[in-house]
């Protein structure tokens, strides 16, 4: 049975602290609040009760095998999450905390097995948005956060998304404005012989390795029920609903095609060749020209491809960005945007 979902707008450096009162009595009563972090916006839960986080997938439709990262408001009430702190957690989280990176860690007891997938390990990172700190510290509580998304579809950088897949399903979005981020944490595993980096993200390997050095590599499995070290490591993920391919060679060929054969055509290039100002040849063609930055870029991406769904394009085609470490977080997404269903 559908329930009225309550869209409150708050200012993103400066809440209003009733509104976050409000928020944290939701969520302290087993109840689901999406917020924003600096990254996408989190779909939280008491990470400590298993009933509200089983919510989070029942909301999503997430599958019971991927785990959720737990957000804390500082390093101290992260470490109360995990059984070990090593000494490369406490380098990264001086270094990087708050801030968009998760640590995978031996799990403390209190952590239910539902928020680890049954598995061994917890993630868990403190956000650097005031509107997710604040709730966090008001709350009094850890939350289990994934993306307010249905589970495979595109990350939301607004409220706005966020009520495209969850209006109906939770009782409050705290709405603070389009996230700078735009990608989900960069995913580290503390639990391997070196460690391993899970998930790309906004902080480079090179930032990384500056801290903890040489990285490893992550083993796949073969198992596809085993639980999952860390979120975002499904084949299909970050989808939008018009399927999405990749042109390494810009693309400007296929849009072409595709157009000119009917089809409404979404178009992610780093730049417009001379005949896409043909209105003939790129009749149709929704096109946006992104930035050269890889920062930049991934601020914009998921809100692009929203817009593009929003348009009713059928397909999208995106160039494919170099094949640098800067842009592997975006290559990632992109990966498994591509995916078929």
Do not use: C
């Not at 070990?84 to 952590?111: D, H, S």
């Not at 680890?116 to 005031?130: E, F, I, S, Y």
């Not at 930049?296 to 769904?309: I, K, N, W």
């Amino acid at each position: 049975m559908p329930i009225d979902t309550e869209i409150v707008r708050v200012d993103a450096n400066n809440p209003d602290a009733d509104v976050i009162a409000r928020a944290a009595e939701i969520l302290r009563s087993g109840g689901l609040v999406a917020f924003p972090t600096e990254t996408v916006y989190g779909l939280g839960a008491n990470a400590l009760d298993p009933q509200a986080v089983g919510r989070i997938f029942e909301a999503k439709g997430r599958p019971s095998n991927n785990p959720l990262i737990v957000h804390a408001p500082d390093v101290e009430a992260a470490r109360q999450l995990v059984a070990a702190w090593p000494e490369a957690a406490e380098r990264l989280a001086a270094r990087f905390w708050p801030g968009p990176l998760t640590l995978v860690l031996p799990r403390a007891n209190t952590i239910p097995d539902i928020v680890t997938a049954g598995g061994p390990t917890v993630a868990v990172r403190v956000p650097a948005h005031p509107v997710a700190l604040a709730l966090l510290r008001a709350a009094e509580i850890p939350l289990a956060a994934p993306s307010a998304n249905r589970s495979t579809q595109l990350s939301p950088t607004r409220a706005e998304h966020v009520a495209e897949g969850l209006s109906g399903l939770i009782p409050m979005i705290l709405d603070a404005g389009p996230t700078t981020g735009g990608l989900e944490s960069t995913v580290i595993s503390l639990t391997t012989p070196r460690p391993t980096l899970l998930r790309p993200g906004l902080i480079s390997p090179a930032e990384l390795r500056s801290v903890v050095g040489r990285l490893g590599l992550r083993e796949e499995t073969a198992d596809t029920h085993a639980p999952l070290p860390s979120p975002g490591l499904t084949a299909r993920h970050y989808a939008p609903r018009a399927r999405l391919e990749i042109a390494e060679n810009g693309g400007a060929q296929r849009v072409q095609d595709l157009a000119q054969n009917g089809v409404r055509v979404g178009w992610l290039t780093f730049a417009l060749p001379p005949e896409a100002r043909q209105p003939t040849a790129f009749a149709g063609v929704v096109a946006y020209v992104m930035p050269l930055s890889p920062l930049e870029y991934a601020a914009q991406l998921y809100a692009r491809l929203h817009e593009l769904d929003a348009a009713g394009v059928e397909r999208i085609v995106v160039a494919m960005p170099p094949e640098t470490e800067a842009w592997q977080a975006v290559r990632d997404r992109l990966h498994r945007a591509a995916t078929p269903p």
